[in-house]
C-alpha cells in the first residue's frame, strides 16, 4: 500500500513546478508518479505513420519523485505528510499527521 496513488491530488513540494497542484495520473514502479500538467516537457516526435502519430513538437509529462510531493489537504489547503492506522473495524486507511483526519473517501 502507497501513500500517494493514482487519482490523489498532490501538491509539489520541489522542482519547477513548486506549489502546483495536480492529479496523479500513472504510479511507476520505481517511487516515480506521473502528475497531470507537472514536469511538462517538449518531446520531439518523427511522424510514424505506421501507428497514425503525427510528428512534431508535443508536450509530454514526465515523471517526479514521489519524495517531492506532498498528498493535498483539502482541511488545510496546503499538502501534508501521511500515515497509516487501522480503524476499529480494521480496515487500514491513510490519515494526514497533522490534523488526523483520514484521507481515504471510502473510508469516510
Not at 1 to 20: F, N, P, Q, Y
Not at 43 to 67: A, F, W
Not at 74 to 88: C, E, H, S, Y
Amino acid at each position: 500500500m502507497h501513500k500517494i496513488r493514482k487519482g490523489d491530488e498532490v501538491v509539489v513540494l520541489a522542482g519547477k513546478d513548486r506549489g502546483k497542484r495536480g492529479s496523479v495520473m500513472r504510479v511507476l514502479p520505481d517511487d516515480r508518479l506521473v502528475v497531470q500538467n507537472i514536469n511538462v516537457v517538449k518531446r520531439h516526435t518523427k511522424p510514424n505513420p505506421n501507428k497514425g502519430v503525427t510528428g512534431g513538437i508535443l508536450d509530454k509529462e514526465m515523471p517526479i519523485h514521489v519524495s517531492n510531493v506532498a498528498l493535498f489537504n483539502p482541511a488545510t489547503g496546503k499538502g501534508g505528510r501521511v500515515g497509516f492506522k487501522q480503524l476499529a473495524d480494521g480496515t487500514k486507511v491513510r490519515y494526514f499527521k497533522k490534523t488526523g483526519e483520514v484521507a481515504d473517501a471510502k473510508a469516510k
